[in-house]
Structure formats: structure tokens, C-alpha cells
């Protein structure tokens, strides 16, 4: 059997197995400016493209291989709203905001798709249980989209930020340093929030705790 071959499999099995997820895309915000931009330069079926794409690339970097790992979720459900803010995921359906998407200046599709990989990976990743800091598990979402290649101008660069579980963009950087130290522990982090969290977790992973990590995080970065 071809090594040609065998990749091929590979690739059309993990394209299956996101695949057996449905997902579904509504454009409530109808011809509202962004309602409208979201058609015109972004689309549904770019959306369910996306929503395909990440769901494969976020269980890849949380190493969930075995579909027994991965959260059950047969149905991601996306919907343009007429909303302030930006983008929320509540359980398995995610909202973006129209008038976000309408009133950015730049990119709106590279943006958008960026806001998906975070999303996404809200809808697939474990939350200790509801225990983690919030800053962590929004951290690692931006984790997500930093190492999916979608990463926004506004970004703190590596070393900014005033605390490890600050969240977002700060905490995002700090965990790709900490992959660093030990590759896959972004993965191995995500596997022991499935059924609670502790601060013990970066000790048992990288031997030091959170706070230790992030000093030296910080000195590297000082010059």
C-alpha cells in the first residue's frame, strides 16, 4: 500500500469525522450593513466550510484523535445577529455580531474566520467543569486561533500583559510559551480540565506552578 495512499485515507477519515457533525448557519441580521457584508464577502457556505475546517484543526491541537476524548456534540449551530459586542458561544451554538463584522475596517473575512476558531473551540474544549479560570479558558480559544495562523493586528505581542490568566491574546501568547517548554502541553491541559481544574496542572505538566512560569515568561521577553 502507498504511502500516497495511506495519507489520502488519513485526510478523507478525519474529513469524515468532522463531517458526522452538522453544522448550520443563519443570517439573522436579513440586509442590515452587516447582515449584508456578511453575504457578500463571507457567506454560509464559507461559514460551514470554516466550521468543518476548525472543528478538525482543534482537535488535532488538543490531540483527541480517539472520538471517545472529544466533547459529544452532533450539532454546531452559527448565527448572524444585529448585536453589540463581538461573538459569544453558549453550549453548541455560536452568535457573531453583524454589526461588528459590518463596521470593521480591513480584512472581514480573515477576521471572521478568526472569531470562528475561537468560538469553535469553545464548543469543543472541557472547562474543568466549570471550575478554570475564565481568563484560562478563553486563553486557550485565542491559543487556538494564534496557532490556526488568523491573528488580528491588535494583538499584545509575546511578554505583554499584566498576568498569566489575564485571558484572550495575553494568555494565549503565555500558553504558546508553555507549549513551548513541553510540546502538547496546550493538549495534555485541555485533557485534565475534562472533569475538574486545579492550579496543580502546570505543576504536574511542567513542573512549576502558573505564577513561576509566567515570571520567567516575562524576564525572557523584558529585553
Not at 20 to 29: G, P, Y
Not at 52 to 81: C, E, G, H, M, Y
Not at 130 to 147: F, H, K, N, T
Request: with cysteine; aromatic share 14%; net charge neutral.
Amino acid at each position: 500500500m502507498s504511502k500516497l495512499f495511506l495519507a489520502t485515507l488519513v485526510i478523507l477519515s478525519c474529513y469524515m469525522q468532522s463531517y458526522a457533525v452538522e453544522f448550520t448557519v443563519t443570517n439573522n441580521a436579513g440586509n442590515t450593513p452587516g447582515g449584508t457584508r456578511f453575504t457578500d464577502e463571507t457567506g454560509i457556505p464559507y461559514s460551514q466550510q470554516i466550521m468543518t475546517k476548525s472543528t478538525d484543526f482543534i482537535w488535532r491541537t488538543f490531540q483527541q484523535n480517539d472520538p471517545s476524548n472529544r466533547k459529544d456534540v452532533a450539532k454546531v449551530n452559527l448565527f448572524i445577529d444585529n448585536m453589540d459586542g463581538v461573538a459569544y458561544t453558549s453550549n453548541n451554538e455560536i452568535h457573531v455580531s453583524a454589526k461588528y463584522l459590518g463596521g470593521f475596517s480591513g480584512d472581514v473575512k480573515g477576521e471572521f474566520t478568526g472569531i470562528l476558531y475561537h468560538e469553535m473551540t469553545h464548543v469543543w474544549q472541557w472547562n474543568g467543569a466549570g471550575q478554570a479560570p475564565g481568563g484560562l479558558i478563553e486563553g486557550i480559544a485565542d491559543y487556538v486561533r494564534l496557532r490556526s495562523g488568523y491573528v488580528p493586528g491588535h494583538w499584545v505581542q509575546a511578554g505583554q500583559g499584566n498576568k498569566w490568566d489575564q485571558g484572550y491574546d495575553v494568555t494565549a501568547r503565555f500558553l504558546d510559551y508553555c507549549n513551548g517548554l513541553k510540546n502538547g502541553f496546550v493538549a495534555e491541559l485541555n485533557k485534565k480540565m475534562r472533569t475538574g481544574y486545579s492550579d496543580k496542572y502546570f505543576v504536574d505538566l511542567l513542573g512549576k506552578t502558573a505564577d513561576q512560569l509566567w515570571t520567567e515568561y516575562k524576564a525572557k521577553y523584558a529585553t
